[in-house]
């Protein structure tokens, strides 16, 4: 696949695909470039991109709280890892974050072997220290972003405190850690079991040899096993604070010895045999740079199956650096020897690697489509891992909101990927589309109604409860579309008939009157209080508002310009969602894509990380247009829940402050998890982002 003339046109749709957020920190670490052969695309790639998050109150539009990092950056992580591993092994500097790393911070806490960028995952942090033998905790390090280096496949820091340097490499299932400490006494790796991003339930560690070691870490329903091999002999275990958040075992290294110091660490899922069996089939005895080398060749390999002409180095960096992060998820979960635990818990044991589930509802309509498009074996096994789930439960798995599944498998087998039993996901999709209480909420109501209804509040705010039902009839409409395809793929042309007229359901919540998808009651009538500015997490619209999702009907785009009157106030209405004259145009950028790229609630270029587009860039293309910034100082609130605030605008131009199009121009930014009041003004730039 080759792109020509690279462009910020095409990288946009690539900046989607990763967690990329513009930063005025040119992190020195990366690009990974040193070393690597001239046509290697991994030189271009830099891990660190997007780990900075926002806080300047000049940048964002208000002042964040004490404490806290404001807008956050892409939630991505530094560390190495191989395409769709089970291990990322990257640094964390502080836990119950997004992917545990931040880049504004200065210490390191550990160094965890997995990773999504989620406030999930991060189990088994390990940290190298060193000290006087009777030294305790808390164990932690400061460290210089001057001494950071990120590449695919490998990171590398110096820990400032202990004076260790670190350097971090892995496999599939394994991570590799060298360590080369100031001096050959005193040496110390610290376990700490009692931590991870998500809440631990319970953990132990044992010796089992004279350098090696083994265990596990319980969080929720979920068990990660491990077994390590030191390259230095062990000579006692402490553990300390067991049952407690601080949890640790202390592994005191003998004295003596080469000053680096080399720790294997294989997991599984599934048991501590698995676990050293990875271990033993993935490292056993290669070095540290042969492991690095063959990361580094796996991630070329794959990266080269898109190549770009022209554009600069730096949107050259953007481009490979988003698709580097596009096959970092779903994650693999099945062992060397080809077992896993299915959705019940259960040991299974199949032909096929087991992944975790695609981030659905964030990534059907961009990231998966690449994924088939370029991992197609990757794809047929996520599919088959879908279909486990769906065999033991009755109905293939979603991804918080839709059932977007069906357009992942359609879009699939449609690109050639048909290395699965297209008949029985086909049942299972057909049960999610016609059954109560399984992957599609509402669905009787859908089928009866033609719509999900909304129940009327007089005066709602941005979290008031509800159904999300203009949504769901949007995305429901969607999913038939898909599942129909398979059926006529099947030459069942009873159902194929029946789902594509339930496709054209989106048509039911379509107002004439103020020409947007609005909420409608189970009388049918209307919602009367109706705003399409204002943005809500589940009344009528999921994490939208009617700008955002009133273009999506990607499989109908004729019918939906019917709905409109034609071409002509088709694209009148789509104008209306265009920058008004002196405005940012990255702000109605949410709208415009929506239209262009089949987006659903949000478009492409503003998915549910932060985007950022530096101030410079915008006075640029916006000239004439006056700043000015709403400010909130409202507590942080839990970072699982939803907030956000719109700003209408009041475009200026020059000296003049006539308001341009205060409601014709949509303004949905979600800021922050904070209550913040509507801003009448215009504040850049305009940033999304959304738990």
Known sequence: MKFANLRLSSLLTFAALGAFSCT???????PGGAGRAAGDPGRFVNPLIGTAAFTDPKLVGYVAPPGWHGVWAGLVFPGSALPNAMVQLSPITQFNTGSGYQYEDSVIQAFAHTNKGHWNLCHLPVLPVAGPAGATGPYASRFSHATETAAPGYYGVTLKDYNVQVRLTSTLRCGLHQYTYAQAQDRRVVFKLGRSNENVNDWALEKVGPAAVQGF???GDQTVFFYGQLSAGIQDVAIQGKGTKEGVAVLRLADGGPKTVELRVGISFVSIQNAQQNLAQELGTRSFEDVRRAAAATWDKLL????????????????YTCLYRSFLW????SDANGEYRDVKGAVQKANFQYYTLPSLW?????????????????????????????????????FFHGDHAASFVAGAYLRGVTNFDLPDVYRLLLRNANVEGGTRPHIKEYIQKGYIATTEVPAPNVETPGSAGVSKTLEYAYDDYAVAQLAKALHDTAQYRTLMARSKNYRNVFDPGTKFMRGRLANGQWVKSFNPQYPYYEYMYREANAWQVSFFAPHDMPGLVALYGGPGPSRRSWIRCSPCPGTPPTLPATCRASSASTA??????TKRRSRTTSWASLKSRSSGWTKSWPSSTTPARKAWRFRAWTTRARCRRGTSSAPRASTRCPRPTRATWSRSPFSTKCAGPWTTARC
């Open 24 to 30: 005025k920190v040119t992190p020195p670490g990366a």
């Open 330 to 333: 779903p994650a693999l979960r």
């Open 362 to 398: 964030d990534t059907y309509r961009n990231k998966d489509v690449l994924m088939s498009m370029l991992a197609p074996g990757v794809t047929a096994d996520i599919i088959k891992s879908m279909q486990d789930i769906g065999d033991k439960t009755g109905f293939i798995p979603t």
């Open 217 to 219: 870490q319980k969080t």
């Open 600 to 605: 659903t609630a949000t478009s492409p270029t």
């Open 304 to 319: 080269n199956k898109v190549a770009v002409t022209g554009g600069t180095a730096q949107q050259r960096g953007m481009f």
